[in-house]
């Protein structure tokens, strides 16, 4: 049983769970699209695929450098994307991803370009669809590298799941559902339960890897050496508290996390998510070099553009929510009644309570302490 009482509350769940359930639950529902046309033809990024196994496929975009690209409709075995850097010394692959054979996946397609030994892996940040599949690096003998506070919140938000009973756990989502008082409400809440179903099925099922090098947030930006490929790794605010970047400046490729989801609603709900911190940073890699090459923490590959658009849906949800602000709409019914405009129609909302909803929350949160 779960003591509701002790550390489990609805809104501390809600607050820890991660967004990988929110993927698994809507992963049919998301096609990956085709790599753009302007991609298509940008020389450093490969047409064909070193290896597609449907749920993910691992192309070149650089010198040394290689996206894993997740299709979520096709399978949970990756779910974010990730990738590697091979140099002449060593090789440092990203992400822990949703399950140890989405990171076993990763390591054989390093293994089919380069022999090279592996530095390290990285988490780009803490949440489950990123860190999941950590204990295959455990097993490997790979170094696993993270924000100082990755391991720390991996085991906060993922163990108390563990174990727990599913119903109970679940109870509050369900009843949110049957206390809706409309249809976008009920909508809203069914999307959340599936979401955290999703999560549960999942965390039941692996073994926490915690990563056992951190990285002190305070000694970024840092530069590692793989031999004739340099990559600098910097820290920024916006979508966890733990969000690390791996930049390639000589050839401008970003690896960023979930700092960027290209094509899809921003996931905000973690309690170290900052809406005014996120788009702060974005504006950031909007100043980047402007044919930088972006490999998201979700959606295609793209270029400066996926930047223009995630800022323009954070744009967008700010001005519905600064009008129902100041028309003294309250927080609990604003963050139901954003109208998703025809421009982002197809952009996935894998769950409103991840998404839409805590972006309205806490920019109003953000306006109160003004
Ligand atoms: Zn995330």
Redesign the pocket.
């Known amino acids: 049983m779960i003591d509701l009482s002790h550390g489990f509350s609805r809104r501390k769940f809600i607050a820890h769970t991660?967004?990988f359930g929110a993927f698994y639950a809507v992963a049919q529902l998301i096609p990956l699209p085709a790599l753009a046309e302007t991609l298509g033809i940008d020389s450093r990024v490969s047409q064909t695929p070193i290896v597609d196994k449907g749920f993910a496929s691992v192309r070149k975009i650089g010198n040394g450098l290689y996206a894993t690209i997740s299709d979520p409709s096709k399978g949970n075995t990756t779910l974010c994307n990730g990738g590697f850097l091979a140099g002449k010394d060593g090789a440092l692959l990203i992400e822990g991803f949703t399950t140890t054979a989405g990171a076993s996946f990763q390591m054989d397609a390093l293994r089919t370009v380069s022999q090279v030994p592996v530095k390290a892996a990285l988490d780009t940040?803490y949440?489950f669809?990123?860190s999941m599949g950590n204990a295959f690096y455990g097993a490997n003998g790979v170094p696993l590298w993270a924000h100082a506070s990755a391991a720390k919140r991996i085991f906060e938000n993922y163990m108390p799941l563990q174990g727990a009973d599913q119903a109970t756990a679940l109870a509050p989502y369900a009843k949110r559902i049957k206390d809706a008082k409309s249809d976008a409400e009920r909508q809203h809440a069914q999307s959340d339960l599936n979401a955290v179903t999703g999560l549960f099925q999942i965390v039941n099922s692996s073994i926490l890897g915690l990563p056992n090098h951190p990285i002190d947030p305070a000694k970024l930006p840092m530069t590692i050496d793989l031999g004739g490929l340099s990559a600098v790794l910097e820290s920024h605010p916006g979508?966890?508290g733990t969000d690390v970047i791996v930049r390639v400046p000589e050839q401008n490729v970003v690896y960023t996390g979930?700092l960027l989801f290209n094509g899809w609603y921003p996931?905000c709900f973690d309690e170290q998510a900052t809406v005014s911190g996120w788009r702060a940073t974005l504006a950031k890699f909007a100043a980047f070099d402007k044919d930088t090459l972006f490999v998201p923490?979700h959606g295609q590959i793209c270029g400066q553009e996926g930047i223009a658009t995630i800022r323009e849906v954070f744009d967008d949800i700010a001005a519905q929510a600064e009008k129902m602000h100041k028309a003294g709409v309250p927080v609990q019914e604003a963050a139901e009644r954003y109208v998703v405009p025809d421009k982002f129609k197809n952009f996935p909302i894998f769950a409103w309570g991840f998404t839409i909803g805590p972006a309205i929350t806490k920019l109003y949160a953000e306006w109160q302490a003004k």
């Open positions: 991660s967004c940040h949440h669809d990123h979508h966890s979930d996931v923490g």
